[in-house]
């Protein structure tokens, strides 16, 4: 089995920070390379609070992505890249995904929103349905 | 000329600090009266999309999906994107609007037609909602009038490419399909070199502008890139995806364009309609509350061929060889196929 790149999807929240930790971790283990890949939609968090515009703030959201919310990558030591892209996060991380070739794609269990009882599921199950890639799926600490 | 808003009618709740937002509609009917247009604009009266014309270009359990979604209580799809319980009503009348244009316009009872729903429509795609957008309001009045067997020019001015509209029209020789918008920039499509589906060759035309970039550039776009692909393929029917986003004042992009500009392009674009009675207008983005009331009433008073600049039209940005190199693309594609 080819274990040889491992994407993780961030968005700055705790939930997706348990998944980069867990990435991290089995590439640690495997000697994977991850490859983090942030989705840039049109309104963004800086402090995971109020939501800002974001193409205004490009530049910052990309040094807090690469700097903040992958740190645990540099942390654990792993070989990793970091990718932002515009779309919203199934699209992203779908294409990404294709792109990279990636083995195995990690995402948090639940950002924001998603109602998979109504069609409309989050971010992890929309791409755990519509992948043609293994997916594993973080539950929140 | 027609105009309709969803404004008293609007119960689509984005919640507090969202850009989309109902004071948008507010917005545009202050502009409109600020512009003292008097009997140039004539009230148009709005109904609902019913599931059948919407599933024109939506899938059927995603319409179902948005609607139990509502009723539920609502919640966010995305982190863009927020349903409450009267978003689907809300949309069904801002798609319908669309509809009731076409139907008005098709009795004569004006010359055109400028529809003002919420929320926007032209991220949305057949089967997700996304970037605001529930339904696609643009899409359902053309998917109406292709059926009815019209040739239908869509151009999308909004800031950010029109995914949703894109994708719907990709492969249908029935829509030509124009986008000007920033570039990068959401939703991260728009390339020159998406030009359209094997079935219909040439009819996606994307001109990605770099930040900054003025009027000017976006008539040049038009003029030169624009212009012969829809000279070939001779509309019956021109909609525009008119967002104000592109003004120099929206938050949520870079572009630089002012009131004057939308005045320009709307009658650039009013001149590629066959004849009276086949242009309306649909809102999509615009997040500057004075921006928007100045473009939009600008656009309305283009439409009804009277003259509203409240600001002067702009030049002098960047942009000039994005549009040289998308003219290059698509006069191949016409040599290619002549």
């Known amino acids: 089995m ?15 920070l348990g998944a980069v930790v867990w990435a991290a971790g089995l590439a640690a283990a495997t000697g994977a390379e991850v490859v983090a890949v942030h989705a840039l939609g049109l309104l963004d968090r800086l402090d995971g609070g109020e939501q800002v515009p974001s193409q205004p703030n490009r530049d910052e959201i990309t040094r807090r992505f690469e700097d903040d919310w992958c740190a645990p990558l540099d942390a654990a030591g792993v070989r990793s890249r970091r990718i932002v892209r515009d779309g919203n996060p199934v699209s992203v991380v779908l294409a990404a995904a294709d792109d990279e070739d990636i083995d195995l794609i990690v995402l948090g269990s639940r950002g924001l929103g998603g109602y998979p009882e109504l ?18 799926i973080v539950p929140t600490a | 000329m027609l105009v309709g808003s969803v404004v008293a009618v609007d119960h689509h709740d984005t919640g507090l600090g969202h850009p989309e937002h109902a004071a948008r509609l507010v917005a545009v009917a202050r502009g409109l009266d600020e512009a003292h247009l008097g009997d140039a604009i004539g009230e148009l009266e709005g109904r609902a999309a019913t599931v059948t014309e919407l599933g024109r270009v939506h899938g059927d359990l995603y319409l179902d999906a948005l609607a139990q979604l509502a009723a539920a209580g609502g919640g966010a799809i995305d982190p863009d994107t927020r349903v409450s319980p009267g978003s689907w009503a809300t ?9 009731a244009a076409v139907d008005a316009l098709q009795r004569g009872e ?16 057949a089967t997700q909602a996304m970037g605001f957008c529930l339904v696609n309001n643009v ?18 001015w909004d800031v950010h490419h029109g995914n949703g509209t894109q994708d719907i029209f990709w492969n249908d020789p029935r829509v030509l399909y124009v986008s000007t918008h920033e570039w990068p920039a959401y939703p991260g499509t728009g390339r020159v070199r998406e030009t359209g589906g094997p079935g219909a060759p040439g009819l996606t035309v994307n001109i ?15 003029d030169e890139v624009a212009a012969p692909v829809v000279d070939a393929f001779a509309p019956d029917w021109v909609l525009i995806s008119a967002g104000f986003d592109a ?11 002012s009131a004057g500009d939308y005045a320009d392009l709307t009658r650039r674009l009013a001149a590629m309609a066959p004849g009276p009675g086949r242009l309306i207008a649909f809102l999509e983005g615009g997040y500057d509350l004075n921006a928007l009331a100045h473009s939009a009433a600008a656009t309305v008073a283009a439409l009804a061929g009277a003259t509203y600049r409240p600001e002067p039209a702009t030049n002098g940005g ?11 693309v698509h006069a191949h594609l016409a040599g290619g196929s002549a």
């Open chain 2, 247 to 257: 003004h120099r004042d929206d938050p949520l992009a870079d572009l630089a364009w």
């Open chain 1, 119 to 136: 069609l409309l599921g989050s971010t992890s199950t929309q791409v755990a349905q519509h992948s043609s890639r293994p997916v594993t």
């Open chain 2, 208 to 222: 990605p502008l770099p930040s900054g970039a003025t009027g000017d550039v976006a008539l040049a776009a038009i």
């Open chain 1, 2 to 16: 080819k274990l040889d790149r491992i994407l993780v999807a961030v968005d700055g929240s705790d939930n997706s």
């Open chain 2, 110 to 125: 004006a010359e055109a037609a400028f529809v003002a729903p919420r929320p926007p429509g032209h991220h949305a795609t």
């Open chain 2, 91 to 99: 949309a069904c009348a801002g798609a319908g609007l669309g509809l």
């Open chain 2, 139 to 156: 899409a359902v009045a053309a998917a109406a009038l292709a059926e009815a067997g019209q040739r239908v020019l869509i151009v999308d």
């Open chain 2, 318 to 328: 960047p942009g000039h060889d994005a549009v040289v190199a998308a003219a290059r």
